[in-house]
């Protein structure tokens, strides 16, 4: 057995990152670290399984009512209301009666939620909540498109979206909903990102991209997402991402019929002049782009 | 501190308090016994305990309330069964899309004697390995989930780890 595993945390501190680099280092030399290392990815991996826990809630409610009645949590009858109401009127009705922030093309907006958290909303994006809500109880809120939150702790902060769910107590995160793409950076704390199978908790510099219903992972070192600073950058996205960011960002329509959506893209476009924009994305991908009129634009393979 | 005294008999407070716990305990007794309706079970009656308990119940020992009903709950149920994490095949790490075939297929494998290595995880250690590295509770909170001292703890998670290594060291 090496000399390093003599000591009886020894691995425990590496595993949650707390050894110095130096013994980093030395523990990088045996031969064993490989596999350490690759147990804790592969931990990554699998998963545990989920439970509806508003209805386990629930379930403890109608417990603890059966066997005394005197103080029911909160009467049945409000949870058929709220439900047939719910499935009568689904979002449209939260979204009438809610507090609502949108932004349209080229243009972003940080907003002040009730609790002093923040958000900052990328290009047509839409966010909104019902305030009477966040006093005392959860603090959520809806997202279509793009948003950067910086939480206050505090109770759970939940941003939902059509499928999925990310939950975090205070910390920063990115999440991106555009068209069935579901993506979340976290980049201070942990977050929780949940859809209907399964969940994943991210830590600092941690990303995960869902499509069709499955997770890719990786890691980055941005202190903020670069959208935030006049550009928008990407890690293997699928062109499809790239191109809706492109039509947000400068009100263009983009002809996409004569390529392949599907091909990954890693690289960034700045928002203050298209025709640089256009260039850097679509010339790295051999993609040949043809102004049809002012503001629309068809690509072809080269 | 705005509130000094919150009340868990409140029916936001409880909600509040299950909220923030419920998924810990759910996980944590799952990684005891591989179950999770049993796990929902163990929870529910956590839960129900403390209502009843509520005016007894401080709301910062609540968490620790519930710990401790939850383990005995544990001890009292003799179903136990082997805790097999899902592997989701369409889920790869970032760099997966440029793994050859033989890799992915080298993956797969892997992954399954993962699974089988966890599963024969001591409980003790497969508990502390899984919150560790699942639920990413620090030593020091999963030190007050189970009961024990953070040294304890990283012992535990040290041994995990060693365990698991040697037991894929010869799978390999």
């Known amino acids: 057995m090496e000399k390093s595993d003599n000591i009886d945390n020894f691995l425990a501190k590496w595993a949650s990152g707390e050894l110095s680099e130096e013994e980093i280092n030395a523990f990088k030399k045996t031969k064993d670290y490989e ?28 417990d603890v009512s059966k066997n005394k009645k005197a103080i029911p949590l909160v009467p049945k009858w409000a949870y058929a209301v709220a439900a047939s109401i ?36 990328n290009a047509k994006s839409k966010i909104y909540y019902n305030k009477g809500n966040w006093e005392g109880k959860e603090r959520m809120v809806f997202l279509e498109g793009e948003a ?31 068209n069935n793409l ?28 869902s499509i069709n219903s499955s997770f890719e992972e990786w890691k980055l070192n941005d202190p903020v997402p670069s959208w935030t600073t006049g550009e928008s950058s990407f890690t293997n996205s699928p062109l499809l991402q790239v191109i809706t960011t492109l039509e947000k960002q400068y009100n263009i329509t983009i002809e996409t019929a004569k390529v392949n959506i599907n091909q990954r893209y890693s690289g960034g476009f700045t928002h203050n002049n298209l025709q640089n924009a256009l260039h850097t994305v679509f010339d790295a991908m051999n993609i040949k782009y043809t102004f049809i009129d002012k503001d629309s634009i068809e690509l072809s393979e080269e | ?37 049993q796990a929902e079970d163990i929870t529910q009656e956590a839960f129900v305990k403390l209502w009843r308990n509520c005016k007894k119940v401080l709301f910062e020992k609540a968490k620790s309330f519930l710990m401790k009903v939850a383990q005995n709950a544990f001890f009292n149920d ?26 992915l297929l080298e993956e797969k494998e892997f992954m399954i004697k993962l699974q089988r290595c966890i599963a024969e995880l001591p409980e003790k250690q497969r508990e502390v390995f899984l919150l560790s590295r699942k639920d990413k509770k620090t030593y020091r909170e999963i030190a007050e989930i189970i009961g024990l001292t953070q040294k304890a703890v990283e012992r535990r998670m040290h041994l995990a780890l060693l365990e698991l290594r040697e037991k894929l060291g010869q799978a390999i």
Do not use: W
Not at chain 2, 12 to 18: A, D, L, R, S, V
Not at chain 2, 80 to 87: A, D, P, R
């Open chain 1, 35 to 62: 596999l350490y290392k690759t147990i804790l990815q592969g931990t990554e991996l699998l998963d545990v399984p989920t439970v509806d826990r508003e209805q386990l809630f629930n379930r403890i409610q109608d």
């Open chain 2, 1 to 37: 501190m705005p509130k000094k005294q919150q009340s868990v008999c409140e029916e936001k407070t409880f909600k509040m308090i299950y909220d923030n716990h419920s998924e810990v305990i759910l996980n944590f007794i799952y990684y005891k016994c591989g179950n999770m309706a």
């Open chain 1, 182 to 209: 579901f993506e979340v950076i976290c980049y201070e704390g942990k977050v929780k990102v949940e859809n209907n199978t399964s969940s994943r908790i991210l830590t600092q510099g941690e990303a995960i991209r």
């Open chain 2, 78 to 103: 003799l179903r136990h069964e082997k805790v097999i994490l899902k592997y989701n095949q369409q889920s790869f790490s970032s760099i997966g899309y440029e793994y050859s075939p033989e890799f």
């Open chain 1, 148 to 178: 950067f939150f910086k939480v206050k702790k505090g109770n759970t902060f939940i941003v939902k979206s059509n499928t999925n769910t990310v939950s975090v107590l205070g910390t920063q995160f990115n999440i991106n909903t555009n």
């Open chain 1, 86 to 121: 719910a499935l009568i009127l689904g979002f449209t009705f939260f979204f009438n009666q809610n507090t609502t922030h949108q932004t349209g093309f080229g243009e972003q907006l940080t907003i002040l939620l009730p609790d002093n958290s923040e958000a900052i909303l």
